[in-house]
């Protein structure tokens, strides 16, 4: 079993969509949350980052952290056409490492 | 544009070869990152540097090896290459620490091993 799940999709939604992407994870000592967008033949780049539990807004992104179900969403809100990108979930302990460790990534296509 | 540079962009090569990628951090940066991303494992965690000290490992084959440069860009081995071995292999700097969650991605090399 892998330590972060994620579902790869793909998830279709119409522009204007309120967008759902979750991980599940079983590693009790991941402390830093990330949710990385990755454009195709790109790089990841950070969208966000949660420490611990709580949520987390940036316009239309909200993060989300449940630690006690060990479950991570990241919402879009009106979500438009440039949002549809790959979407990875990441997670690292509070070691002094960067280790992160990746979900397989769920691919997002908004339609006009 | 991260700011984080890779050569090259694309190679292709037989298996049994050996190949090395290159990544220059952004400046500044002490931290080098080497991650794999392949169709069936998705992106993992290879290797770690710290201003040109080994800092983490993850599940990185004995093959394959890397080191920091006193200029911190960093240089990734291959060797005795297999068919799996094809993959992107992306490069990631940061600049808080050691422990740093905020990692600025290359564009990636895709290797493809024939």
């Known amino acids: 079993q892998k330590e972060v799940e994620q579902d790869p999709g793909p998830l279709s939604v119409p522009e204007g969509a309120i967008v759902s992407l979750n991980c599940t994870y079983s590693?009790?000592?991941?402390?830093?949350f990330m949710w990385y967008r990755q454009y195709s033949r790109k790089g990841p780049e950070l969208l966000m980052y949660t420490y611990s539990s709580g949520n987390k807004e940036d316009g239309r992104f909200t993060a989300q952290v449940d630690k006690s179900s060990k479950y991570i969403s990241l919402f879009i809100r009106d979500s438009q056409p440039s949002d549809s990108a790959t979407y990875l979930c990441a997670m690292k302990s509070s070691s002094n490492t960067g280790k992160l460790i990746f979900g397989q990534g769920t691919t997002l296509q908004v339609k006009p | 544009d991260s700011g984080v540079t890779q050569t090259p962009k694309h190679l292709i090569t037989a298996t049994g070869q050996r190949v090395t990628l290159r990544c220059s951090p952004r400046s500044g940066d002490l931290s080098v990152y080497w991650y794999q991303q392949s169709l069936d494992q998705g992106l993992q965690f290879l290797i770690q540097y710290y201003n040109g000290e080994e800092r983490a490992k993850g599940n990185i084959l004995e093959r394959f090896s890397a080191q920091q440069f006193p200029d911190l860009h960093s240089e990734l081995n291959l060797s005795s290459l297999e068919l799996g071995d094809s993959a992107l292999y992306f490069c990631a700097s940061s600049t808080h620490g050691t422990g740093a969650y905020e990692q600025y991605f290359g564009p990636g090399t895709r290797l493809t091993v024939t």
């Open positions: 590693n009790s000592a991941f402390q830093y």
